[in-house]
C-alpha cells in the first residue's frame, strides 16, 4: 500500500516540521490539515481536525464567524492563487473532505484564460453556509446551486490547500452558472497589507486596480474550452457592496441552519458534524475517528493534464 505524506505547518511560523498533520491557527482556534491518498489521484482528500484531535466537517464544524462582533469571517481555502486543479469540498463524503472534481473518470482542471495561469485568488468557500437549490433569489431570478458560497481571496499572500483563513467581504458577483444563482464573495485576508484601508467593493479597484475585471472575465469564460457556453452574471456584470454580500451570507448561513438540523433535507449532503449540539447528526469523536481511518491511504496517481500549460484566446476571439 502506498502511503501519502502528512505534513505540519503553522501559520505563525515560517518553519517545516516533519510530522502526522500540519497546524492551522484562527483567532481563537486552531486546526489541523491531515492529507490522506496519493495526490493527483482519485484518493486523495484533505482532511482536517479540530485543536482536540477530533477528525472534524469543514463544512460543518468550522464557524463561520471567526469575529461576528467585527464581522471577520473564516475562509476554507480550496485552491490557492495560480493553481489549476479543481479542488473543492466533498458534500457527498462523511466528514467533507477536499478532493479534487472528477470529469469523465478523470481529475478536473481549469484552464489558462489569457493572459491568467489558472485561479487568479485564492478561491474557496464559507463554512457554515448553504446556497438552498430549492431557493429562488429574488435578486437573480435563479436557484441556488447547492453549494456552500464561494470566495475569492484578492490579497497578496498565496495561501495553502487547507487554510483557514480571516477575511473581511468586500463584496460580491452574482455569477449564473447553467442557469443557477452561483454568488463569488470578493474578500481580503485580514493580515493583508491593505487589508485595513479596504471596506467595501469600490475599494477593490483603487487598491488591485484591473482585479475586477479581470474576475468577471475569468469566470465567464473558464468553461469554454470544455465545450459550455460562456456564464453569465446578474446586475449587468457588476458587483454588489459589502452590506449586499453580508446578507447574502447571513440568507446562506440560515440555510445552513435548517439542513443540518433537518428542516430540509439534501440527500446530495453529508451533514455528519463533530461539534453541533443541536445538529440532528451529530455524531462522537470515536465515529469521527472512524470515518477517517476508512480514507484511503493510497490511490493511482494520474499524469497532470498537459492542458495546464496551455494558453486559451476564446474570449479576445469572441471580442474581436
Known amino acids: 500500500m502506498i502511503h501519502a505524506r502528512i505534513l505540519i505547518r503553522k501559520l505563525s511560523s515560517c518553519s517545516i516540521f516533519k510530522s502526522n498533520a500540519r497546524n492551522l491557527n484562527t483567532m481563537s482556534t486552531s486546526y489541523q490539515v491531515l492529507e490522506k491518498g496519493v495526490p493527483n489521484s482519485k484518493d486523495y482528500r484533505v482532511f482536517f481536525k479540530n485543536a482536540a484531535g477530533i477528525p472534524i466537517s469543514p463544512l460543518h464544524d468550522i464557524p463561520l464567524f471567526s469575529n461576528d462582533s467585527k464581522q471577520i469571517y473564516n475562509m476554507v481555502v480550496e485552491v490557492p492563487r495560480w493553481t489549476n486543479a479543481k479542488m473543492e469540498i466533498t458534500l457527498a463524503e462523511p466528514l467533507n473532505p477536499i478532493k479534487q472534481d472528477v470529469k469523465k473518470d478523470k481529475l478536473r482542471y481549469v484552464a489558462n484564460i489569457f493572459p491568467h495561469h489558472g485561479y487568479i485568488w485564492n478561491y474557496g468557500a464559507l463554512p457554515q453556509t448553504w446556497e438552498f437549490p430549492e431557493h429562488i433569489d ?7 446551486d447547492n453549494d456552500p458560497i464561494d470566495v475569492c481571496e484578492i490579497g497578496s499572500r498565496v495561501a495553502k490547500r487547507g ?15 447553467e442557469g443557477e444563482t452561483d454568488w463569488k464573495l470578493l474578500a481580503i485576508d485580514i493580515n493583508d497589507p491593505v487589508a485595513d484601508q479596504m471596506e467595501d467593493v469600490q475599494d477593490i479597484e483603487k487598491f488591485f486596480p484591473g482585479l475586477l475585471r479581470a474576475s468577471v472575465e475569468w469566470f465567464q469564460f473558464y468553461k469554454v474550452p470544455d465545450g459550455k457556453p460562456e456564464n453569465k452574471f446578474a446586475f449587468n456584470n457588476q458587483a454588489k457592496n459589502a452590506a449586499f454580500a453580508k446578507a447574502v451570507v447571513e440568507e446562506t448561513h440560515q440555510f445552513w441552519q435548517r439542513l443540518v438540523s433537518k428542516e430540509v433535507e439534501s440527500s446530495k449532503i453529508s451533514c455528519l458534524n463533530a461539534t453541533n449540539e443541536s445538529s440532528s447528526f451529530l455524531i462522537s469523536a470515536e465515529q469521527a475517528e472512524e470515518y477517517f481511518a476508512k480514507a484511503s491511504d493510497g490511490g493511482d496517481a494520474e499524469e497532470v493534464n498537459e492542458s495546464i500549460n496551455k494558453w486559451h484566446f476564446e474570449h479576445l476571439q469572441q471580442s474581436s
Open 138 to 144: 429574488k435578486a437573480t431570478g435563479c436557484r441556488g
Open 163 to 177: 487554510d483557514v483563513v480571516q477575511v473581511k467581504i468586500l463584496g460580491t458577483l452574482a455569477l449564473i452558472d
